[in-house]
């Protein structure tokens, strides 16, 4: 594996946050043929490198806290943390040694025990006040509920009170498509981190890196700021830009 000082994403340079809510990163690994499941899910190494699971932790450092929706935590109930190598990095730069946790659900149906909980903070659960006495009945004794918005998570909502509830200036959302497609639809990611695993998976009803109902306005054109490739793999940054 690299050593953390050798990777071209240990010292990014971020913009400053909206005065509203937190800076907003996206990070997703997809095949050449763009989706980023494989038989409707993804198990590790079935696209992404030991690499490019390496590369997720070390965007992960930069962030104050990491947001998932409930289907891929339901999926994946691992920690959503860094490497040990990597938290000396985040505690040069004045931060807690690992990001938050938070995720969105109104089932409140996640799987328990699990990795997901065992970090030193709980995690953050961001309901709707509908679900709310729901959610809370099942994960409050091992995690932080709150709600944001009435009968779902209002992703504005949601970041503002990440924002000022807990002082989150950089978020980094890690899917799944459902959830991408929201924080696109209010226009509140700033960036996305792409890696092009060299596989192609082929299969209709695979998932692509964002999924609603509609057409995004506007069609969101995006600007690539940087691009390196290790091996086969391809990593790619590319800003949205706000307007
Ligand atoms: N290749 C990659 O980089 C990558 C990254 C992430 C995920 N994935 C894959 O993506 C798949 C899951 O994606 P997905 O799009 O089906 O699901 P998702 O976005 O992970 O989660 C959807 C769920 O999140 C909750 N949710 C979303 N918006 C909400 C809102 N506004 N209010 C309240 N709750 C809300 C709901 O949870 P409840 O049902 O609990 O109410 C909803 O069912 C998995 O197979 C995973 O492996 C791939």
Do not use: W
């Amino acid at each position: 594996m690299q050593l953390p000082a050798k990777h071209p994403y240990l010292n990014l340079v971020f913009p400053a946050p909206p005065s509203e809510r937190p800076y907003v990163g996206l990070n997703m690994v997809m095949s050449v043929d763009g989706k980023i499941t494989v038989g409707g899910q993804l198990k590790a190494g079935s696209l992404g490198s030991p690499f490019d699971r390496y590369t997720m932790s070390v965007l992960r450092h930069h962030f104050g806290a990491v947001i998932c929706g409930g289907e891929t935590i339901r999926r994946h109930p691992y920690y959503l943390g860094v490497s040990p190598e990597l938290i000396p990095f985040r505690k040069a730069r004045g931060m807690a040694s690992q990001p938050l946790t938070v995720i969105v659900t109104n089932s409140g149906n996640l799987p328990y025990p699990a990795p997901l909980f065992e970090g030193a903070e709980r995690p953050i659960i961001l309901t709707s006040q509908a679900s709310f006495q729901r959610v809370t009945q099942s994960l409050g004794p091992v995690a932080e509920v709150h709600a944001v918005g009435e009968q779902r998570v209002e992703v504005r909502e949601a970041l503002a009170f990440l924002r000022e509830h807990y002082r989150i200036s950089r978020l980094l959302l890690e899917g799944g498509p459902r959830l991408n497609y929201q924080f696109f639809k209010e226009r509140a990611v700033d960036e996305v981190f792409l890696t092009i695993a060299p596989r192609l998976v082929g299969s209709v009803s695979d998932l692509t890196m964002v999924m609603g109902e509609d057409v995004l306005e506007n069609l969101p054109r995006l600007e690539l700021i940087s691009h390196f490739q290790r091996d086969n793999e391809l990593f790619l940054r590319y800003q949205v830009p706000r307007n």
